[in-house]
């Protein structure tokens, strides 16, 4: 069943030994939102499967107690945190078990004794109106944490509702944390050498298509796809297509700029038409989307290039021209 936020605290503290479970590969919001509950509530963080680079770096900086892939057997009652499917629990068998969650998926909510549902940015902007009902306190540990959780969930705000500011708002003034204090802890975040070898080969394998003043960058990575597609937005590209394939498993990230969106662009629904074409599953954002299907990356790619060449072409006329790595040059001395 459905419930608010207090009735859900409430239910939480009849509870002595809950375990707040984060999804695999934990990111800030997922943690953040554990430890906020576990700070107030009581009870133990545990990690499905590890966690991402950030919310390492927050763990470590706050020494938040952590236990990776804890026994739900252990604990008198689990608290799925941040968490929409099963797959995101890498299947882990859950007997009793309530849910805090803001993705439109709610599939665990199914089995669950009770959940907290809303569509909020951030998990950690729910957990904040639990504290507040019950009148806890925000200490500066919380306060980073959630913070970051709500920066790194929005994409540093470029998801961000008018709501998301106010309970930044609101948590800077409870906690005291400066906003400058959580930018340095995530400057801080040493960025794994996989991670940065695959941006680099994104970028020397980029093959570029024009349409007037609007750039498509395509290129392909072993993995890291997501990221080397946000890298080609940040140094010039408007659209930007990055592969990956495993075998027959194509996977495609997709990023566009707010100009090429409001041109027309939008990637949800061209991942979601091109994945209809193969077998698999395809859709997001507008300006961020991706595609995992079955068949031949280079053919899935030309797909994704071709239809947006043709939205720009419809949208601000003109043909398109061919852009190789040499014309790089040309362009610069124009
Ligand atoms: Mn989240």
Known sequence: MEVDEAEFFNRLLDYRNILYLCHRNADPDAVSSAFALSESIGGTIGLV??????????????????????????????????TSTKAQLNDLELTRYCVIDHHTTTALTENAEFYLHRNSTSTVEIVYDILKAMGAPINRRVGIGMLTG????????????????????????DSGVEYGEVLDLMAGTPQDISMRIAILKAASRVELDRVQDMLIASSHVSSFGGSASSMLI????????????????????????????????????????????????????SGAAGIDVIGDMKEVLDKCRERTKKILEASLGETSKETSFDDIKEFENE
């Open 49 to 82: 499967d590890g966690c991402n680079r950030v919310a390492a770096v927050l763990i470590e900086r706050l020494g938040i107690e952590v236990v990776d892939k804890p026994n739900p057997a252990d604990y008198s009652f689990v608290v799925v945190v941040d």
């Open 234 to 285: 940040s140094i010039g590209a408007d659209i930007a297509f990055v592969g990956t394939a495993k075998g027959e498993n194509v996977r495609i990230s997709a990023r566009a700029k707010r100009d090429a969106v409001s041109a027309g662009v939008n990637l949800g629904q061209l991942m979601e038409d091109v994945s209809n074409e193969y077998s698999g599953t395809g859709g997001g954002h």
């Open 150 to 173: 709500i920066v790194t969930d929005t994409g540093h705000f470029k998801h961000a509702s008018a709501d998301t500011f106010r309970t930044v708002s609101k948590i800077i003034g």
